[in-house]
């Protein structure tokens, strides 16, 4: 995240003291940010200011943290927003709980507001990656760089047969993704590619991400190419 970009947080807990810490941290972090004692104002915030990441707790009176993960996930304009559970749940269960609804993060009461920031700030940026619209101008040059690169390659049969020294371990579906991103496809372009959710090509491509150390999709195309992750 840059200084100059402004991102919107939506917190939602019902504990009042927590609330006021964790706003003034971030808020001192250059984030802006509101919250809601209960999920019912959290959805309603979230629908008069799309936030850009929702950190939420789970044990809330009335509708909890499972069920307006649900419905979050549920509506198209948030089904790809970043969420954390904030919890003083801390077992494996329901963590795996939480992420099988789709949380993206999970982090236990008491927890260190600077890690929070942290992850907050990664969550953001790697969304912003994967569905940055600019990158759309980039396509006719990454498919130029490809072209390029597959030529060069064509030309040096020894370059080919040596192997990559980098070993990255990819799922049989990031493999997918990569490589259609590699072709130039944009996340809605992959989605009906593969017959899955935006949402869901959005987190492959960040966890390609993360696997390769890239930031955006031209890095992830050109780290791909040069070690022989994608042909």
Known sequence: MTESVECNILLVDDEAGLREAVCAYFEDEGFQIVAASNAIDGWELAQQ?????????????????????????DDPRFESVPVVFLTAKGMTADRIQGYEAGVDAYLSKPFDPDELVAIARNLINRRRAATDPTDSVHLETISQQ??????????QPSVVATPSSVQVDLTPREQSVLDLVAEGLMNKEIARRLNTSVRNVEKYVSRLFGKTGTNSRTELVRYALKHGLTE
């Open 49 to 73: 200011r799309p936030p850009d990441l929702i950190i939420s707790d789970i044990m809330m009176p009335g509708v909890d943290g499972y069920q307006f993960l649900a419905q979050l996930r």
């Open 146 to 155: 490809i072209a390029e690169l597959r030529g060069l390659l064509g030309s």
